[in-house]
DNA sequence: CCGTATCCGTATTGATACTG
DNA sequence: CAGTATCAATACGGATACGG
């Protein structure tokens, strides 16, 4: 019992990392290379400056990705998985690729069913 | 390329299902078998009313879990997994689980590095 | 190009009190 | 017990402007 709770503790701590909107989107962005700033903010769409910034602290922070900074004019920064992060992309969200994959009309029908209820 | 844009969308809403802070732990509270309101609550630890009827509310409209009214005094009510639900819980959220076991002290490790650094 | 600093609207969580 | 209503606190996403 004690030990359930902090199964589920830890895996809410787990979740937390996969979150944040763009976290796990900037994750899969890095799937095939390294890419600069600008390279992560175009392959996400429309994400402002202040809120890349901050996804791309926390996976720094939680050690899913690396920074690599040239000295070079102009600047140019590179950021990809490390190890770690390759394993959460692997693991957990590939996983929830295959589910949405194989259970999205299933999902899209509940919702249906959930609403016209 | 579109078909990546799409992938990420569908990615983005499936954890949506898991981003807020109760949802998935209502799941695996429901694993072995259906409970009623008041025990899902103890299960959580410390979540209010307020917050647990959302949650609950959100599980129902995606097709997670059941809910079923008895007419008796006092009132009870019970909540289920849909086998929708079960293949989350064994899915997703199991990779998480798994991937938690296999990589929480990495992850640890990998936290303070980077705030050390 | 890279990144920070402000400011803002909204969404989410939560505590509390109350109804059926 | 089950569920709603209200109010407060805060976290999040985002637009914009500016500095390295």
Redesign the interface.
């Known amino acids: 019992m004690t030990d359930e709770?902090i199964?589920?503790c830890?895996?809410?701590?787990?979740?937390e990392l996969?979150?944040h909107?763009w976290d796990?989107?900037v994750i899969?962005a890095l799937r095939d290379e390294p890419l600069r700033r600008r390279a992560v903010k175009d392959a996400l769409?429309g994400v402002s400056d202040k809120v890349l910034t901050e996804a791309l602290h926390r996976l720094?922070?939680?050690?899913?990705i690396t920074r690599r900074s040239f000295a070079e004019a102009p600047p140019r920064v590179e950021y990809a998985l490390?190890p770690?992060g390759r394993?959460?992309l692997d693991?957990?969200?590939?996983?929830?690729?295959?589910?949405?994959n194989?259970?999205?009309d299933?999902?899209l029908?509940?919702?249906e069913?959930?609403?016209a209820g």
Not at 10 to 15: E, K, S, V
Request: charged share 10%; proline share 4%.
């Open positions: 709770l199964v589920d830890q895996l809410r701590a787990g979740l996969l979150a909107t796990p989107l899969v769409g720094l922070a939680n050690g899913l490390t770690l394993t959460l693991g957990p969200l590939k996983a929830m690729g295959r589910w949405l194989q259970h999205a299933e999902l029908t509940a919702q069913a959930a609403q």
